[in-house]
């Protein structure tokens, strides 16, 4: 609800925070109504600030903030709580979300549709039982891969071949690539089925898109599994322009310890 240049019990999750002196902080949000934004929040490192247990990556907020400079002021924040902040992996996995978010989101863009998904996404993480669930956190991230790509409008329609507009043949082998879109793949290729890329169209397609593209690549073999994430790593990196995301790298070297 806005009145005015005041935005009051937003929806909204807190992607990055900055120091901005020594008592403030600037936070990178993405709220529901009004895309992702930037905010200052005075006084929110001070140990008896209402803020300082409150903005934190990956939990429910509402927020009100006010101004009509590109950096407005936060005036309150509230937990909305749910689910607890995700942990270990769990935790690098959505700090990894949250850096594809700041990369691939213009500001002051809305995106209601997404924040849902991304609301999914963080749910999946933050499960009791985050070990017993990697094959479901899997799931989740390639989901939301698959909508954010699609919501930004990098994401080719998967159920034909991008530079011919033919139809996919069920048995046939294609590959996502990413200046070409999708198309027969080569021998060498990672590669789904033609009736795998046609299955997540009509997931994405789905009135609640995040929850069908999840189960539908639940059920993916672990070959088409591991091909459909190497794919989208290879499309992310591209257009994120890098070679490897930060907090993939993080993932890497924490793994190698």
């Not at 034909?160 to 027969?184: C, F, H, I, N, W």
């Not at 033609?194 to 009135?207: P, S, T, V």
């Not at 609640?208 to 989208?232: D, E, K, M, W, Y």
């Not at 993080?250 to 793994?255: F, P, S």
Request: glycine residues 8%; aromatic residues 6%; contains cysteine.
């Amino acid at each position: 609800m806005a009145t005015g240049h005041r935005v009051s019990h937003v929806p909204a999750y807190v992607l990055h925070r900055y120091d901005w002196s020594e008592s403030s902080l600037i936070l990178e949000v993405f709220t529901r109504h009004h895309g992702r934004i930037a905010l200052v929040a005075k006084g929110a490192k001070r140990p008896s600030s209402n803020f300082r247990p409150v903005l934190l990556p990956l939990q429910p907020l509402l927020l009100n903030y006010g101004g009509d400079a590109e950096i407005r002021a936060l005036k309150g924040a509230e937990w909305v709580g749910g689910h607890v902040m995700p942990t270990g992996e769990s935790l690098l996995s959505g700090l990894y979300v949250n850096e594809l978010l700041l990369r691939l989101l213009a500001r002051d863009d809305a995106h209601e549709s997404l924040f849902d998904s991304y609301a999914g996404v963080v749910e999946v993480l933050a499960g009791e039982h985050a070990g017993a669930q990697a094959a479901t956190q899997a799931a989740a991230l390639r989901a939301f891969e698959l909508l954010l790509l699609r919501e930004v409008g990098l994401l080719p329609a998967l159920d034909a071949q991008t530079m011919t507009l033919s139809s996919l043949a069920p048995e046939l082998r294609y590959t996502l690539v990413s200046e070409a879109g999708l198309r027969q793949a080569e021998a060498q290729d990672a590669a789904l089925t033609g009736a795998e890329w046609q299955a997540l169209q009509a997931a994405l397609d789905d009135h609640t898109p995040f929850t069908a593209t999840l189960r539908c690549i639940a059920t993916l073999n672990v070959g088409s599994n591991a091909a459909l994430r190497s794919q989208l790593r290879v499309l992310l990196n591209y257009h994120c322009g890098v070679s490897t995301l930060r907090t993939r790298q993080m993932m890497r070297d924490l793994q190698a310890l």
